[in-house]
Structures are given as structure tokens and as C-alpha cells.
């Protein structure tokens, strides 16, 4: 009865032990992992660091759990991005995806899938991506890159249809819905209205081409020869429209960069 009653007694702390002992197994696996990714074995670190996050997890250890949710996504976007740059985009997508399955605040490995998805030519599913972390307070550098991907993928559709030699009032149309659809991930900028310029001038819609040429102007941040296909865009329509003073003064300011040939030789005939 004694020993039955000594049993008992200790077996609570009996149980501690055992759940000391269990409880920093997951440590073990930590250092373990970090070990394997000194070593750039970088597949058996991320299953380690995975392992010790799911212990973590178990002894209630949430800052362990998160260094090591977080690790592993950075070594999820690494290995996404050697797939990516070896062509390989179904192998990028899946490291990007396991990334934001173990700790989605590490918004790269989002903006990877979209990098991704638009290799694989699923276009929708990349600006879901990456309009889901524009407004990512934690990792501006990457929300402005996702916003910059989103950008580009719009303006590319509406470039593409007007700078063609003499685009057309439909390459002009074509040009304006990727530009209206823009909107609804992103907000107008600069480069916004220079193509809604270009699309104006292809229409025929001169003075709308100098209205949008003047939104341009005005939240431009770059330099005069950055600004000058702008201003030569607006000149067009000037002229088109008989208003020669205002396209000279239009010009001049286009005789920068590549710009400076043709805005010269139009300023010596006018």
C-alpha cells in the first residue's frame, strides 16, 4: 500500500518529466535544421524547421513555432525561385505555395505565385495573387513590386495596341479596356493616362488626348526625357487640332532623348 501511495505520489512528476523530455525534442530539431541550412541542404532543413513548428506548436512554444514557420518560408521562396529562374514554373508554384501554407505574412512567396502563374500563362490567378498583399503594411518593397507586376501586365496589353505604325480607333478601343480594367486592382498614375493619350490620339479624339496627356504631366515624377513621349503625344493632337503655338511650346519641351530628332524637325517646319 506504502509503494502503491509513493507510486501515485510521484506520478505527476513522473509525467512532467516525460513532458519536459518530449517538449524540447522540438528544439533539438530547430538547431538540427538550422544546421542543414548552414549546410545549403536546404530540402531536409525546411522538413526540419516544418517538424520543429508542429512541436512548437504541441508544447505551446509560439515564438519557436513562428521562427521556425518563418524560416521555412524563406526557404520555401528560395528553392521557388531557383525554380523559377531554371524554368521550371510548376515547381516554382509549389515551393511558393507551401510557403504561404506554413506562414502566409511572408508575403514573397505570395508574390512568387503570381510570378509563377503568369509563366504559366494563368494571368487571373497571378493579379488574385498579388492584388491580395497591395496593402501589406509589414513589406512595402514587395506589395509596391506586386503593384508595379500588376501595372506592367495592363500597360504591356494597352502599349502593345498602340504603338504599332498608324494604330487604328479599334487598336485604340483595345487599348482602353486594358486600361479601365487596370483600375480595378490599381489607381491611375502617370503612365496610366500617357496611354490613354496614345489610345485618344489612335481614335482620333484629339482634345481628349491633351486632356490625358495634362493628367500625365501632372503626376509625372521622372525626368524631362522621361517626360518627353508625353509631351510629343500631346503635340500630335495639338497640331491635329490647328493649334500650332501650343504644340510648339509641346515640342520643345519633347526635344529630349529619343524624342529629340523628331520633335526638332517638327519644330523647323512649324
Not at 530547430?30 to 544546421?35: D, I, L, P, Q
Request: hydrophobic residues 40%; glycine residues 6%.
Amino acid at each position: 500500500m506504502n509503494a502503491l501511495r509513493r507510486t501515485l505520489l510521484l506520478l505527476p512528476l513522473l509525467l512532467l518529466l516525460t513532458v519536459t523530455v518530449e517538449a524540447q525534442e522540438y528544439k533539438k530539431t530547430f538547431n538540427a535544421a538550422r544546421e542543414a541550412a548552414l549546410a545549403k541542404d536546404y530540402a531536409t532543413a525546411r522538413a526540419q524547421y516544418a517538424a520543429a513548428a508542429n512541436g512548437a506548436d504541441e508544447a505551446g512554444d509560439a515564438e519557436v513555432s513562428r521562427q521556425a514557420r518563418y524560416v521555412a518560408a524563406q526557404i520555401d521562396q528560395r528553392l521557388g525561385n531557383a525554380a523559377l529562374k531554371a524554368d521550371n514554373a510548376e515547381s516554382a508554384l509549389q515551393h511558393y505555395a507551401n510557403g504561404v501554407a506554413i506562414f502566409p505574412d511572408y508575403i514573397k512567396n505570395t508574390y512568387g505565385q503570381g510570378l509563377a502563374l503568369k509563366k504559366l500563362g494563368r494571368m487571373d490567378e497571378a493579379l488574385e495573387a498579388w492584388s491580395g498583399i497591395l496593402d501589406n503594411t509589414q513589406d512595402r518593397r514587395t506589395a509596391l513590386a506586386a503593384e508595379s507586376a500588376i501595372r506592367e501586365h495592363f500597360y504591356f496589353q494597352a502599349s502593345s495596341a498602340v504603338s504599332k505604325n498608324a494604330p487604328s480607333a479599334s487598336d485604340g478601343d483595345r487599348a482602353l479596356a486594358a486600361l479601365e480594367r487596370s483600375k480595378e486592382y490599381v489607381e491611375p498614375d502617370s503612365d496610366y493616362y500617357y496611354y490613354v493619350a496614345e489610345a485618344q490620339l489612335a481614335k482620333g479624339n484629339n482634345a481628349e488626348c491633351v486632356a490625358a496627356a495634362n493628367e500625365s504631366l501632372a503626376l509625372h515624377r521622372g525626368s524631362r526625357t522621361d517626360a518627353a513621349k508625353i509631351h510629343f503625344t500631346k503635340a500630335e493632337a495639338q497640331l491635329r487640332m490647328g493649334d500650332t503655338d501650343g504644340a510648339k511650346v509641346s515640342f520643345r519641351n519633347a526635344a529630349y532623348g529619343s524624342y529629340k530628332p523628331s520633335a526638332e524637325h517638327y519644330l523647323s517646319t512649324l
